[in-house]
C-alpha cells in the first residue's frame, strides 16, 4: 500500500517557466510534510516543509499550497533555473516518514 | 559539524558475502535512519532508532540488521548479501524535539553480483 502517492514521474520545463509537483497522502495521522531536493550523487536536503495547520508556505521561489480536505499538497518552482534541475521528493510524516517515488525535473535554458 | 557520514562511498559484493556500512553523526540528534533507494522509486525505510540501544523495524527490514551502542553511531549489517540488496543507502538523522527533518548523508552505491 504506497501512503504517497507523486506525480509527474519526470518534467520538463523551460527557464523561467513554473514547475509543478503534486503529491496525495492517505493517512490524515501524518502532520509534518516537507518536500526534499536530491541532484546527482548526493542524498536528499530538506527544501521546504509544511504542517496541516497552514494552507500555503512560501520560501523565495519555492512554495507549498496545501488541502487538508483533499489529502493533497504541492511544491511550486516559481522563475525554474537550470540550476534547479534535481529530483524532487515529498513525503509524509508522523515520526517516520512515507516519502513518494520522486520527480525529475529538468529545467532548460 | 561534519553532518552524516557514511562509509563507504562505494562497494561490490558477491552473493552471500557480508558487510557493514557505516554511518556517524556529530551533530548529537537522537533519532537516527536507514533508507535504501532504488532506481525511480522513493526511498525506502530499513530501520530506525531513537536512541542509543534502542532499535526497530522499518518497511523493508529483512536481509538486514543494526545496532545503536552511541548516540553517534548506527551501522547497517548486510548478512548473506543477494542482488535484491542492491541500491543506493542513505542514513539520516534528526534531532529531539524535531523529529520530522531529516538530514541525510552522502549514501552507499551497493552492488551484489
Known amino acids: 500500500q504506497q501512503q504517497v502517492k507523486q506525480s509527474p514521474q519526470s518534467l520538463i520545463v523551460q527557464k523561467g517557466g513554473i514547475s509543478i509537483i503534486n503529491c496525495a497522502y492517505e493517512?490524515?495521522?501524518?502532520?509534518?510534510f516537507p518536500w526534499y531536493q536530491q541532484f546527482p550523487g548526493k542524498g536528499p536536503a530538506l527544501l521546504i516543509a509544511?504542517?496541516?495547520?497552514?494552507s500555503e508556505k512560501k520560501e523565495g521561489r519555492f512554495t507549498i499550497s496545501f488541502n487538508k480536505s483533499a489529502k493533497q499538497f504541492s511544491l511550486h518552482i516559481m522563475d525554474s533555473q537550470p540550476g534547479d534541475s534535481a529530483t524532487y521528493f515529498c513525503a509524509a510524516s508522523r515520526g517516520k516518514s512515507t516519502f513518494g517515488d520522486g520527480t525529475t525535473l529538468t529545467v532548460k535554458p | 559539524n561534519a553532518g552524516v557520514t557514511q562509509t563507504p562511498k562505494f562497494r561490490i559484493l558477491k552473493i552471500g558475502q557480508s558487510m557493514t556500512l557505516q554511518c556517524t553523526q556529530d551533530?548529537?540528534?537522537?533519532?537516527m535512519y536507514w533508507y535504501r533507494q532504488d532506481p525511480g522509486m522513493g526511498l525506502k525505510l530499513i530501520y530506525y532508532s531513537v536512541g542509543a540501544g534502542i532499535t526497530d523495524k522499518g518497511e523493508v527490514p529483512n536481509g538486514y540488521n543494526v545496532s545503536r551502542s552511541t548516540t553517534e553511531d548506527f551501522p547497517l549489517r548486510l548478512e548473506l548479501a543477494a542482488p535484491s540488496q542492491t541500491s543506493v543507502y542513505f542514513c539520516a538523522s534528526t534531532p529531539r524535539g524535531r523529529s520530522n527533518e531529516q538530514f541525510f548523508g552522502p549514501g552507499t552505491r551497493l552492488t551484489v553480483l
Open positions: 493517512n490524515t495521522a501524518f502532520d509534518y
Open positions: 509544511i504542517r496541516p495547520d497552514v
Open positions: 551533530m548529537n540528534h537522537n533519532y
